[in-house]
C-alpha cells in the first residue's frame, strides 16, 4: 500500500501535464468572429512585423511546430485556419521560436541538432534491442549482450537529453518571446491575455512530464542492468 501513493503521484506528474493541456487547449478554441484573422495570417502577421518575410507558414498534419531546416512555421489545421485563442497563442509560440533561430538561439540549435542524433540513436537503439537475444544464441557470450544493452541505454539517454533541453527553448519561445510580442501589439484583452498565459503555461508543462518520462525509463533500464 506504500507504493500505490507515490506510484499515483509519478503517474500524475506524467499524465496529469498532457491532460490538463488538452484541457485548456480545448477551452479556447471556440471560434472568436472578433478576431481579424486566423491563426496562420497571425502567424504571418508577427513575422512581417519582425522582419522574418522570408520564414514561410504552412499547413501541416505533423502538429504544431517551427521547422529551422526549412524557416517555416507551421500549424496543425484547427490553428492554422482556426479564429480562436488557442490559435493565435500556439501562432504566436511558433513565431517565438523563429525569432529565436533569427537570433541564433544556442539553445534551439542544440535541440535541432540532438533531435537528428536522437532519430539515429532511437534506430540503432531498437535494432541493439531486437539483436540482444540473437547476439547471445550465436555468440554465447555475455558481454556481447551486456554492450548492445548499454547502446539501447544510451538511445534512450539521448531521447531524454533531447526532452530536457527542449523545455527551456519552450518556456523562452512563449513567455521570452511570443507573449511580449503580444503585448506590444495589444492584440488581445486583459482577460485574453491571462487566457493565453494558461495555454503556454499548460503546454510547457506537457514538455516537463516528456523529460519526467524519459528520466524514468533511464531509471528502470539502470535498474534492470544492475540486477
Not at 55 to 84: I, Q, W
Not at 93 to 121: C, F, K, P, S, T
Request: proline share 4%; hydrophobic share 50%.
Amino acid at each position: 500500500m506504500h507504493l500505490v501513493i507515490p506510484l499515483l503521484l509519478l503517474l500524475a506528474l506524467i499524465f496529469g501535464p498532457q491532460l490538463w493541456a488538452r484541457s485548456v487547449l480545448s477551452r479556447y478554441s471556440e471560434h472568436q468572429e472578433h478576431y481579424p484573422g486566423s491563426g496562420s495570417e497571425f502567424a504571418r502577421h508577427l513575422l512581417n512585423e519582425c522582419g522574418l518575410a522570408s520564414v514561410k507558414v504552412e499547413k501541416t498534419v505533423l502538429g504544431d511546430h517551427y521547422d529551422p531546416a526549412d524557416r517555416c512555421v507551421r500549424l496543425g489545421e484547427a490553428n492554422f485556419d482556426g479564429k480562436s485563442l488557442t490559435a493565435v497563442t500556439v501562432a504566436a509560440h511558433e513565431v517565438g521560436h523563429a525569432i529565436q533561430h533569427q537570433n541564433g538561439d544556442r539553445m534551439l540549435m542544440m535541440r535541432a541538432n540532438l533531435v537528428q542524433i536522437a532519430q539515429v540513436a532511437e534506430k540503432a537503439g531498437s535494432l541493439a534491442m531486437i539483436a540482444i537475444p540473437l547476439l547471445m544464441v550465436f555468440t554465447r557470450a555475455p558481454s556481447v549482450g551486456v554492450v548492445m544493452f548499454i547502446i539501447g541505454l544510451a538511445s534512450i539517454g539521448v531521447s531524454a537529453l533531447v526532452h530536457l533541453v527542449t523545455l527551456p527553448v519552450e518556456w523562452d519561445a512563449s513567455f521570452g518571446k511570443a507573449l511580449p510580442l503580444i503585448r506590444a501589439g495589444k492584440y488581445l484583452t486583459a482577460t485574453e491575455e491571462r487566457a493565453a498565459k494558461k495555454i503556454l503555461r499548460a503546454c510547457a508543462l506537457t514538455y516537463f512530464a516528456a523529460s519526467l518520462s524519459s528520466m524514468l525509463n533511464i531509471w528502470r533500464w539502470i535498474r534492470f542492468l544492475r540486477r
